[in-house]
């Protein structure tokens, strides 16, 4: 099937989301009050996101819940915004500091523009495996540091003391990049964690797109008005992101804006609790997320792998899939909504789960925790091996499973025996990894 012929077939399923766009296949919020006619481009009235001055700028100004704080829209996503600082910043000499859980998108932006970076110590959750914030960041030499970057929360919803390490940096006088793409929604109301905003961070970016209503690549990027190199940021902005930009995306973020400033979270609250008890009643293990947006699903008897069919075989989609369990991103429920939660209720009723199989012990690799330097390498020549045979060898790309595009194998590193099989497993379960192909990658050819 070609994509209009696939998303027509989901659609004719009646596919329930739990997963992001925080919309839900426009079943949260106000979307539907945008129609493909809007569509339009810099028309008489209609301003230039480059350079705003009219309804664009208007718009804007109502991104106005952080005083001495300037919001802009992006409509090339988070990323975006990512790489416009990191370019901004390519100019003073330095490294960046830069968590283990970073983005693909920050090293492209290191390798883009051949920067140097150092990783920060980091701790990892005992209820997801993965890293979970920063570890003794008091420890890290910080003299030649030009940025700092944190993701808060991570993929999963689980958040740190980031306003110990924003006090921390501050004393050093470096500025904070903090990728809060999953944290668009974080302080819609006190049952929520606050946006490192709140603490003092100096640029955040947030993906409105993934928590709250507004359509595909909708993001939004806040910088403090003093800050020194705002200017720079602005003009990268520019040059990166497309001369074309979508109305309807913008408008979109807009309405986001509204339904954020709106938000009652009591329905959220009764259906969450709701699904929770449904959950468990039927046999899973519920995980709760310091972000309650977030729900981590296991079972017992079965890996994540297993789980994720059983809520697939009933047209139920979610995030992510983990070797021991499923990630869950919960709708805003709100008043007047059109979520089908009652048809979902219905379909984990009915799940029919299987556990008379005998499972396979899962393959994982030890996450490295320590502080060291990631630098920019130029590969040479290279060539395309087996998977399975490339231990030993120096990869050629960075390998990232996606979700939650967090490398795993950076372009550079050499290829351990515990990653790759890891990978394998992973592939054979029916996972996606950016950078393997038909189980072949991509190595430096030394020969």
Same mark, same amino acid.
């Given at each position: 099937?070609?994509i209009?012929?696939?998303?027509?077939?989901?659609?004719?399923?009646?596919?329930?989301?739990?997963? $992001?766009?925080?919309h839900h296949?426009?079943?949260?919020?106000?979307?539907?009050e945008?129609n493909?006619?809007m569509d339009?481009?810099e028309i008489t009235g209609?301003?230039?996101?480059h350079q705003?001055?009219?309804?664009?700028?208007?718009s804007?100004s109502?991104?106005?819940?952080?005083p001495?704080?300037?919001?802009?829209y992006l409509?090339n996503?988070?990323?975006?915004? =990512?790489?416009s600082? =990191?370019?901004?910043v390519q100019h003073?000499?330095?490294?960046?500091?830069?968590?283990r859980n970073?983005h +693909?998108s920050?090293?492209?932006?290191l390798?883009?523009t051949?920067? /140097?970076?150092?990783?920060m110590?980091?701790?990892?959750?005992?209820?997801?495996?993965?890293y979970?914030?920063?570890?003794?960041?008091?420890?890290?030499d910080?003299?030649?540091?030009?940025l700092a970057?944190?993701?808060?929360p991570?993929?999963y919803?689980?958040?740190f003391?980031?306003?110990?390490?924003?006090?921390?940096?501050?004393?050093?006088?470096i500025?904070?990049? %903090?990728?809060?793409?999953?944290?668009a929604?974080f302080?819609?109301s006190?049952?929520f964690?606050?946006s490192?905003i $709140?603490? @003092?961070?100096?640029i %955040?970016?947030?993906?409105?797109?993934?928590?709250?209503?507004?359509?595909?690549?909708?993001?939004?990027?806040?910088?403090k008005?003093?800050?020194?190199?705002?200017?720079?940021?602005?003009?990268?902005? +520019?040059?990166?992101?497309?001369?074309?930009?979508?109305?309807l995306?913008m408008?979109?973020?807009?309405s986001?804006?509204n339904f954020?400033?709106n938000?009652?979270?009591?329905?959220? +609250?009764r259906?969450?609790?709701?699904?929770?008890?449904?959950?468990?009643?039927?046999?899973?293990?519920? @995980?709760?997320l310091e972000?309650?947006l977030k729900?981590i699903v296991?079972h017992?008897?079965?890996?994540?792998?297993?789980v994720?069919?059983?809520?697939e075989?009933s047209?139920?989609?979610?995030?992510?899939?983990?070797?021991?369990f499923?990630?869950?991103?919960l709708?805003?429920w709100?008043h007047?909504?059109?979520?089908?939660?009652?048809?979902?209720?219905e379909?984990i009723n009915?799940?029919e789960? /299987?556990?008379?199989?005998?499972?396979?012990?899962?393959e994982?690799?030890?996450?490295?925790?320590h502080?060291?330097?990631?630098k920019y390498?130029?590969i @040479?020549?290279?060539?395309?091996?087996e998977?399975c045979?490339?231990?030993?060898?120096?990869?050629a790309?960075d390998v990232?499973?996606?979700?939650?595009?967090?490398p795993?194998?950076?372009?550079?590193?050499i290829i351990?025996?515990?990653?790759?099989?890891?990978l394998?497993?992973?592939l054979n379960?029916?996972g996606?990894?950016?950078?393997?192909?038909?189980?072949?990658?991509? $190595? +430096?050819?030394?020969q």
């Amino acid at each position: 099937m070609n994509i209009n012929e696939k998303l027509n077939s989901l659609q004719k399923k009646k596919a329930i989301s739990l997963h $992001v766009p925080g919309h839900h296949n426009n079943t949260i919020g106000y979307l539907n009050e945008l129609n493909v006619a809007m569509d339009m481009t810099e028309i008489t009235g209609l301003d230039d996101l480059h350079q705003p001055e009219e309804c664009i700028q208007k718009s804007m100004s109502q991104l106005n819940r952080f005083p001495h704080y300037n919001g802009q829209y992006l409509v090339n996503g988070t990323t975006v915004g =990512i790489l416009s600082v =990191i370019y901004a910043v390519q100019h003073l000499s330095g490294e960046i500091l830069i968590p283990r859980n970073a983005h +693909k998108s920050i090293y492209n932006a290191l390798n883009l523009t051949k920067q /140097d970076a150092r990783w920060m110590p980091m701790t990892i959750s005992e209820k997801t495996g993965q890293y979970n914030g920063v570890d003794a960041l008091s420890s890290v030499d910080l003299s030649n540091i030009k940025l700092a970057v944190f993701t808060y929360p991570n993929y999963y919803g689980e958040t740190f003391d980031i306003e110990e390490s924003i006090k921390l940096l501050k004393a050093h006088n470096i500025p904070i990049l %903090v990728d809060e793409a999953h944290g668009a929604h974080f302080g819609v109301s006190s049952y929520f964690p606050k946006s490192s905003i $709140v603490y @003092g961070a100096d640029i %955040v970016v947030q993906s409105y797109h993934k928590t709250l209503p507004a359509l595909t690549m909708g993001s939004v990027i806040y910088i403090k008005e003093n800050l020194n190199i705002k200017t720079d940021i602005q003009d990268y902005l +520019k040059m990166l992101q497309t001369s074309s930009p979508s109305y309807l995306v913008m408008a979109s973020l807009e309405s986001a804006e509204n339904f954020y400033k709106n938000y009652n979270d009591q329905f959220f +609250k009764r259906n969450r609790k709701r699904l929770i008890e449904t959950l468990q009643q039927v046999g899973f293990k519920v @995980g709760s997320l310091e972000d309650p947006l977030k729900l981590i699903v296991s079972h017992e008897k079965l890996t994540g792998f297993e789980v994720q069919s059983i809520f697939e075989e009933s047209n139920i989609f979610v995030e992510l899939c983990h070797q021991k369990f499923i990630l869950l991103v919960l709708p805003l429920w709100h008043h007047l909504d059109r979520f089908p939660f009652d048809e979902l209720i219905e379909r984990i009723n009915k799940f029919e789960i /299987d556990v008379e199989r005998i499972h396979v012990q899962e393959e994982q690799f030890e996450l490295p925790c320590h502080s060291t330097t990631y630098k920019y390498i130029d590969i @040479g020549d290279t060539r395309n091996i087996e998977l399975c045979s490339s231990v030993g060898e120096i990869s050629a790309v960075d390998v990232v499973p996606y979700p939650p595009g967090v490398p795993v194998i950076l372009k550079g590193e050499i290829i351990s025996q515990d990653i790759v099989d890891s990978l394998l497993q992973w592939l054979n379960r029916g996972g996606r990894v950016e950078g393997i192909r038909n189980k072949q990658i991509k $190595v +430096k050819d030394e020969q």
